[in-house]
Structures are given as C-alpha cells and as structure tokens.
C-alpha cells in the first residue's frame, strides 16, 4: 500500500509534462507476451517457460533491453496451453459469459530474474494507463500463475494493493494464505499445510508411530516438515531423527544419512523432499543394501517420474505418499497436438519449442544460419513429445479449474441484477468499466462444478478444499513403476471419514507385504 501515493505523483507529473497530447509511453523495456489475443476481457498469465536467465552483467548506463532466457520447459508451455483451451471453451460456450470474448496474455516469469524490478515496472506501467485511459486495454483483470511458490509470491505481491486477482495452480507454500499479505490470491492446489497435516494422520492411520524424517533443505522440505513435525505430534507420533539433505551437499554426508538409517531402530521413514534429493540418497541406501523400510512421501517425490525406476524401487518399494488428483479434459490432448507456432510479435510462445523439436527455423534468413526453414507440415502428432503427454493432467486440470472460476466469477458480475447487486445500495459493477476489486468480490464466492465432475470453491484464505489421492509404489508385470492409487484423502470430511481406501486395488507395503504391517 505505501508503493500507491508515489505512483500516483509520478503519473500526474507525466500527465503535466505532456499535457497537451497524452502518450502512453511503457517505462523499461516493454516484455512482450508469449501468447495473446485481445477479447472484451483479459486474462493475463505468468508462467517460467524458461529455467534460466543468461546472464548479462548490467552497467546502470544503458537500458539493459529485454531479459533473454534459456533451458525451455515443456510442461509451461502445456500450462499455457491449457489455459488458451479453457478460455477458448468458454469463449465458445453459450451458456457461460455468452456476451463477452475473453482473451489472454500470457507472459514468461522467467525465475530468479530481479523480479521486484520487473514486476513493479510492469505495475508503473499497468496504473500509468490506467490513470491516462489512453489504451483501451490496460492490465489483465486477473492473472493466472506462476509454477513455483517463489516467483508466485512476486506476483501476487504485485498485484495485491490494486486487488487484481491471482490464481495458482501450483503454488503451494503455506505461507500464501494470508490475506493480511496476499489480499487477491488464490488456487487450485492445497496448501502445503494440509498435506503436512494429511501425512500425519496417515501415519498415525497405518499405526507407524516411531519413525524417522528426512526432508530437502528448501524453503519446500523445511517449512513442509516444521509442520509435520508439530502435527506428528498431536497425533501421538514419535520422531527419532529429523535430517536434512540438499542434492549439493557433498557425498560424506549423504553416506552419514545412510548411517543415522542403518543405526535406527525406526522402520518408517516420512521424507519432505524433493526428487532431485532423494534420488542421491536413494542410490547410496541401494548400494548398502538398505531395502524394506517402508517410505512416507511428500507429493514433491512421491510421484516424481524421474525417481520412478527399478534402483530406486529396490529401496522405496510400497512407498506411500499424497499427490494431486489427476483427472481427464476431454479435448485438450488434441487441441495440444494439432497446436501451431505463430511468427506475431506478442504471440511467439511456441516458436522456440517447434524450432527445437522440429530443428529448423521459423524465420529464416537470420544472418550465417546454416539450419532449413520450417515447411509449416511439421506435426507433433508424430513426435513423441513430452508437451502433447496428457497422461498425468493433474497441474493441468488445476489450471482448466482457474480459467472456469474466473469465467464463472465474471458470469456472476455480468448477470447482477440492478438494485439487488452486492456492492454499496446494492448496486453492480459496470460491465464496460470491470474493477478488479469487483471480479475479486465474485472470485471469492465462486461454487461450481466443472464439465469433468469436480466442484471448485475457495476459502477465506484463497484455499481450495483440500482432497488428494493416496499412491503407493507399485511394479507392474512389465517391470515399470506405477503410482498405483490405492485411495483417497479429504480434509473437509469430518475426522475418521478422512481416508477412504478403495477396496478393489490391493496395496503393496515394505518389503514386497500384502498387509500393512505396524512397526
Ligand atoms: C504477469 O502478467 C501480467 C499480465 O498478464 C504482466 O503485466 C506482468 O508483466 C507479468 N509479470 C511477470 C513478473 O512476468
Ligand atoms: C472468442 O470468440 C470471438 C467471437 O466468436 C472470436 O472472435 C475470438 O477470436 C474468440 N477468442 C478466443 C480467445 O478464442
Ligand atoms: C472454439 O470454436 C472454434 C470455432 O468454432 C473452434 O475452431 C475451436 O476449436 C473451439 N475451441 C475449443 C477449445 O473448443
Ligand atoms: C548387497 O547385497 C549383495 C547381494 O546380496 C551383496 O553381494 C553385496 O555385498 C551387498 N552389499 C553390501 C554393501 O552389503
Ligand atoms: C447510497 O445511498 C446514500 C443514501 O441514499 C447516498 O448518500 C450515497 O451517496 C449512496 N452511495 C452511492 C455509492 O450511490
Ligand atoms: C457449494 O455448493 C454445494 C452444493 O450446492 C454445497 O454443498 C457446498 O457447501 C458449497 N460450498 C461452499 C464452500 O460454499
Ligand atoms: C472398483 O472397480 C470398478 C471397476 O473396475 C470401478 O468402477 C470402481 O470405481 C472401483 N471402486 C473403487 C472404490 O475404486
Ligand atoms: C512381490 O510379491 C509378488 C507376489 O506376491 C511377486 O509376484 C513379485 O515378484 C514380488 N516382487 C518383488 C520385487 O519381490
């Protein structure tokens, strides 16, 4: 809040200086979108295409020009596309939002960038036209992102004062319910916090109550297990170690880990980690031949398909843990993989991503470029890309569930009958002139049920109910690794109806048993 009042004289004094024809003139360098097409109603979207900025050593002489990012992440792109889709079905749709187009602009986050930088030139710019109203299109009226817990927080910092609504479908940091800090967020994935409480009761379920923790030395695996901790102990659960491991800490202490394992009378280890982590551990336990303890996961490894091979299950094998429910959204696989790359500026999203998958260029005649020019025959129904895989579509489902919030929060604005509406002498929002703080109104209230079966609400807080599926490590007799889920969790049910196991899948535990065993 204490940003606002600076704003406001340094727009007027702009609004001074050009008096005569105001000018909308970005500050910095403008970003341009990844993917946009302008409707009555925007919805912006943030995502990290990009893992990693190149670096550029700045001088502070000369405007730094535009961010370049590299290491092109697929599964943002299917974010991103998956957002497209959902406004593209409501946009078609009769029945909701029939009088307005939506549109999009979808932006890269690129992590790790001076985000407070960007973020709050991108917010100068946002009230700057919006003071003027010299562009008809301002900002987004709500945005939808980011990935990570980190770069969300940004965001949502961002666009907190002007109450523009944020919605995650990934951010899980318990840290974001806060309406204190984050007024306008939002998502579609639980908190980190009923997770930590879900594991314990799970625990306690099973009737482990002597174990051991092991945790990723992250804001994830730390805060994760603080709480797990405090939960584990409500629940009458007894800890016997607690450490950390970081995929950079050096091998002596990952072979230290494995003997606090091998020392331990615990046979149940609850790990807060992340994959990348793990895998290092589980390599050096497999090697010492340390099988039959029987795991408790997080859904930052639980279902990490990279940690899913026969070594690592050798180790973890009946591995139980929580993850995010996958569902199926029928149309989008095709949509993804008849998707076309566009040459427009603002528009480029799938550009990088065609050239490397199809290995040629889309603009040809860049200067000594020996590479051939894309045909435009080029499809990815013939490649075996990971961007077109809908098989594991839980983040992307979470993502379909935020476009259709908003696009039923915006049904409810625009469906206000005068005299009766919520705001002061129950009045409505004026549909040419939307506030944020309007949709934000409709947002918070939103209560429906998606074409695919799923209900979606929100909290005070921004929190959707908490449900999750409960996986368990499995070999299948091909010899791969399956996430078998074996049953369910639901935080809103009262205590006792939590866990609902299904009864035709049979689970397997720790050392290749058919029955739960109670350590
Ligand atoms: C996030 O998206 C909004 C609108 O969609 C854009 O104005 C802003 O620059 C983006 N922020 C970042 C950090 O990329
Ligand atoms: C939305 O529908 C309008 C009218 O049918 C169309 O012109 C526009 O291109 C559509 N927008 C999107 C994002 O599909
Ligand atoms: C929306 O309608 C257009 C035109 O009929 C069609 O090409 C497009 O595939 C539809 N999009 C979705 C997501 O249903
Ligand atoms: C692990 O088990 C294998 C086969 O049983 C054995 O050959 C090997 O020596 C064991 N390794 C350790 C470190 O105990
Ligand atoms: C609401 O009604 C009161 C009394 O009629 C009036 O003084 C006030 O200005 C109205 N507020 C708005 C926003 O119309
Ligand atoms: C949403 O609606 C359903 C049925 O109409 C109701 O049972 C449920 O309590 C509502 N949820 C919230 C958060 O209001
Ligand atoms: C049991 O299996 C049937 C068919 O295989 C399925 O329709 C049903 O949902 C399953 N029940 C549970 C509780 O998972
Ligand atoms: C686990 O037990 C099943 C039979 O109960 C057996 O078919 C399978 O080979 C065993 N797997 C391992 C990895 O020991």
């Given amino acids: 809040m204490l940003l606002l009042p600076d704003l406001v004289v340094l727009a007027t004094l702009a609004l001074t200086v050009k008096a005569d024809t105001p000018v909308c003139k970005a500050y910095g360098t403008k970003e341009l979108s990844q993917f946009s097409k302008e409707g009555d109603i925007n919805i912006g979207g943030n995502f990290s295409f990009h893992q990693k900025p190149v670096e550029v050593k700045p001088t502070l ?22 957002m497209i889709f959902a406004i593209e079905e409501i946009n078609n749709s009769s029945e909701l939002l029939p009088e307005f187009s939506l549109g999009y602009r979808i932006f890269d986050s690129c992590p790790n960038i001076p985000l407070s930088v960007r973020a709050s ?84 379920h099973f009737g482990w109550t002597w174990v051991g923790a092991i ?57 807060f980690a992340e994959g990348n982590d793990l895998e290092i551990l589980f390599k050096e336990l497999f090697w010492q031949n340390v099988t039959g303890l029987q795991w408790v996961g997080s859904e930052g490894w639980v279902t990490y398909r990279n940690l899913a091979l026969p070594v690592h299950y050798a180790v973890a094998q009946g591995a139980v843990g929580f993850a995010v429910p996958n569902a199926v959204i029928p149309g989008l696989g095709k949509f993804l993989a008849n998707s076309q790359p ?22 040809p005649g860049s200067l000594g470029s020996s590479v051939q020019a894309c045909t435009g025959r080029e499809s990815l129904r013939e490649t075996n890309s990971r961007y077109a895989d809908v098989s594991d579509s839980s983040l992307l489902n979470n993502i379909y569930k935020a476009v259709y919030a908003l696009g ?47 209900r979606v609400s929100f909290d005070d807080q921004g929190d959707p109910p908490a449900r999750y599926t409960l996986v368990n490590w499995q070999m299948d007799s091909t010899g791969s690794i399956v996430f078998q889920t074996i049953g369910h969790y639901d935080a809103s049910q009262t205590e006792g109806q939590q866990f609902q196991m299904n009864e035709n899948v049979s689970a397997v535990w720790a050392g290749n048993q058919t029955e739960v065993t109670t350590f």
């Fill in 121 to 204: 030139l991108a917010l100068m710019n946002g009230h700057e036209e919006g003071l003027q109203r010299c562009s008809k299109t301002s900002t987004a009226h709500a945005v939808i992102g980011d990935t990570t817990s980190t770069s969300t927080i940004g965001i949502a910092r961002t666009m907190g004062p002007f109450l523009i609504p944020v919605i995650s479908h990934s951010a899980t940091c318990a840290c974001l319910s806060n309406r204190r800090e984050y007024p306008s967020f939002f998502r579609t994935v639980p908190s980190d916090l009923y997770q930590n409480v879900a594991l314990a009761k799970l625990v306690k």
């Fill in 215 to 271: 945790r990723s030395n992250s804001d994830y695996g730390n805060n994760g297990m603080a709480t797990f901790l405090e939960a584990a102990a409500r629940e009458g659960v007894c800890v016997e170690y607690s450490v950390a491991i970081y995929r950079t800490d050096p091998r002596d202490w990952f072979l230290e880990v494995v003997d606090i394992i091998k020392r331990s009378t615990s046979k149940v280890i609850v790990a």
């Fill in 61 to 82: 002489l000369v405007n730094p020009g535009s961010i370049q990012c590299e290491w092109l992440n697929p599964d943002e792109l299917q974010y991103a596309q998956t």
């Fill in 408 to 454: 039923h929060a915006l049904h409810q604005l625009t469906n206000c009958q005068s005299g009766q509406g919520p705001f002061e002498n129950g009045t409505c929002a004026d549909k040419k002139h939307i506030e944020p703080w309007q949709l934000l109104h409709y947002l918070q209230k939103v209560n429906f049920t998606t074409q695919n079966g799923e």
């Fill in 342 to 363: 566009s040459t427009r500026p603002g528009d480029r999203g799938l550009v990088e991503f065609w050239e490397t998958t199809f290995g040629c260029k889309m603009t």
